[in-house]
């Protein structure tokens, strides 16, 4: 299996879109035949860059593999409480310039997420992603919600309700993805002789790998 780590840290604007991970593989992933995809090897990753809480420089990878499929690995992208505010919040912001042949455009149309969670009673968590292209209006967000009991590993795709398109007309588009993890600690109780206790409950959110799916179409 080829692994290739980012080794040029930049900033990418702000906000918007939770991360690129079946990127290169998928982008690449055209099948001989279906007219709504460009020719195999023809769509380039030209860059990418990567910035945020989650994903501080040297731990995230893209992975890709014999047969096309490629995901992000992350190394540090937990939230956790009790904590700081900051411990209980973090992302991860992607961009990725590509160039494919004129006449297609495409779209995100689903979000992967795979990793661990532990929550004591009382906790509540959950994961996000969008994504948008640079340039142009329109943000496209997914939510999963986490609420106890969770114990263990997850692995879960949600679609996105919603699709923007690539612009037509170029070559070439700066497609910026974020994920986003959080935990929420538990309210007080009204009965303050058990108030310490709950407080004090254990929550966490471990992201290990996180992927899109694209769709191509012809302008």
Request: net charge positive; with cysteine; charged share 15%.
């Amino acid at each position: 299996m080829k692994r290739i780590r980012h080794t040029v840290f930049e900033s990418v604007s702000t906000m918007a879109a939770m991360v690129v991970v079946l990127l290169l593989g998928l982008l690449q992933l055209a099948v001989p035949g279906l007219a709504q995809s460009p020719p195999s090897g023809t769509v380039q990753i030209e860059s990418w860059t990567y910035s945020g809480t989650g994903c501080p420089f040297g731990s995230l990878e893209l992975v890709i593999s014999p047969d096309g499929i490629s995901s992000l690995g992350f190394t540090k992208f937990t939230v956790f409480t009790p904590g700081r505010p900051a411990d209980q919040r973090k992302n991860c912001q992607v961009g990725v310039s590509l160039s494919y042949p004129a006449g297609f455009t495409f779209s995100v149309t689903t979000v992967e997420f795979r990793g661990s969670a532990q929550f004591e009673g009382g906790v509540k968590g959950g994961l996000r992603a969008g994504y948008y292209f640079v340039g142009f209006p329109g943000t496209v967000r997914s939510s999963r919600s986490l609420p106890p009991p969770v114990e263990g590993n997850f692995e879960f795709s949600d679609s996105f309700a919603t699709s923007v398109y690539a612009p037509c007309g170029t070559e070439s588009a700066l497609l910026n993805v974020l994920f986003e993890a959080t935990v929420v600690p538990p309210l007080p109780p009204k009965n303050n002789n058990k108030a310490l206790v709950v407080l004090n409950n254990k929550g966490s959110i471990t992201v290990t790998n996180a992927g899109f799916g694209l769709l191509w179409k012809k302008c």
